[in-house]
């Protein structure tokens, strides 16, 4: 054989080993980056957008006219530290994680996200209604019963919510749908021990119901 076309033939396959090394580390880098990237916007726990990424991207949308119309929600866990010590952190986690995907069925075109601990925003198409019927329709939906310990239990949220025009400050919608959370917990505090007071109950927020065909919960 040809001592020069071994070695160029050497050289070229040593070129192409080395390019390949490249490619795989180059795309090795662009998923590192890209799961930075999103760990540095979204929550660990629910795979939701943190409270950074959820006041960038709202502003996008409170800024676009197509997009509206708009409300604010503001929710949270009612007895989550009771949750926490009935069943443990872990079934704690769980059920962050069943709200926290509920919600995001509800966002559509919009942007829900964690905001720390059991608080929930979300910045999601309008509907019928007036801002409490709204409100008390999403916490119906995500008060489906969830499995929890061996049990299935209603666990339920506060919601805030109020509308939200063009070219508003988001913050200033965040701060009127939390204020209206508020009021919706104090309400149900003192109504929900009426509403449950037929059945067995953990605490004033968390239903446990023991049903005949387990999986009918979600």
Avoid at 42 to 48: I, K, R, S, V
Avoid at 80 to 88: E, L, R, S, V
Wanted: proline share 5%; charged share 20%; with cysteine.
């Amino acid at each position: 054989m040809d001592p020069l076309a071994f070695l160029a033939g050497a050289a070229a396959a040593a070129g192409a080993c080395a390019a390949w090394v490249m490619q795989r580390r180059v795309a090795q880098l662009q998923r590192q980056l890209t799961a930075e990237r999103h760990a540095a916007s979204h929550d660990a726990l629910t795979g939701l957008p943190n409270r950074r990424a959820f006041y960038l991207r709202g502003a996008e949308l409170v800024a676009d006219a197509h997009a509206h119309p708009l409300v604010a929600v503001v929710l949270d866990v009612d007895g989550f530290k009771q949750i926490n010590d009935a069943y443990g952190h872990s079934a704690g986690d769980e059920v962050l994680v069943t709200i926290a995907r509920r919600f995001s069925a509800c966002a559509g075109r919009g942007i829900v996200a964690r905001l720390g601990g059991d608080e929930f925003a979300g910045l999601i198409a309008g509907r019928d209604g007036e801002p409490d019927e709204q409100a008390a329709g999403l916490a119906d939906l995500l008060a489906a019963p969830m499995r929890l310990g061996g049990q299935v239990v209603t666990v339920s949220t506060s919601v805030g919510l109020v509308p939200v025009e063009p070219h508003v400050h988001l913050a200033d919608a965040v701060h009127r749908a939390d204020a209206a959370m508020y009021r919706a917990k104090h309400h149900g505090q003192r109504r929900r021990p009426h509403l449950v007071a037929h059945q067995h109950i953990l605490h004033t927020s968390l239903r446990c119901e023991l049903p005949t065909h387990p999986t009918s919960a979600t």
